[in-house]
């Protein structure tokens, strides 16, 4: 089986930096689109972030030029910088993955558990 693990959330105040990580494990042969969404509460869950396997980026508007998202394919790992943080950008982060395991064809789309980011003074 594989998995996703994120670390680094928190509470910040307004206008803070926070930095979010995220680490797959298991037995993989590769992995495609990796990418952060977001659940603030009594919200649907939104795209924040996504980052394929050859650099490319896509932001969603509400971040763009605030958040930076990187990846080593090397070591499996995707993060979020986050700069000039806002009140709502508070939510459940969550980190995501299409895993393709050691023996198979297809890739797995794999969630973390989250990570709670809070932004209030």
């Known amino acids: 089986q594989v998995q996703l693990v994120e670390s680094g959330g928190g509470l910040v105040q307004p206008g803070g930096s926070l930095r979010l990580s995220c680490a797959a494990s298991g037995i993989i042969s590769n992995i495609n689109d990796m990418g952060w969404y977001r659940q603030a509460p009594g919200k649907e869950r939104e795209l924040v972030a996504t980052?394929?396997?050859?650099?490319?980026?896509n932001y969603a508007d509400s971040v763009k030029g605030r958040f930076t998202i990187s990846r080593s394919n090397a070591k499996n790992t995707v993060r979020l910088h986050m700069n000039s943080l806002k009140p709502e950008d508070t939510a459940v982060y969550y980190c995501?993955?299409?895993?393709?395991?050691?023996?198979?064809?297809?890739?797995?789309?794999?969630w973390g558990q989250g990570t709670l980011v809070t932004v209030s003074s």
């Open positions: 995501n993955a299409a895993i393709q395991v050691v023996g198979t064809s297809k890739y797995l789309e794999v």
């Open positions: 980052i394929i396997s050859g650099g490319r980026t």
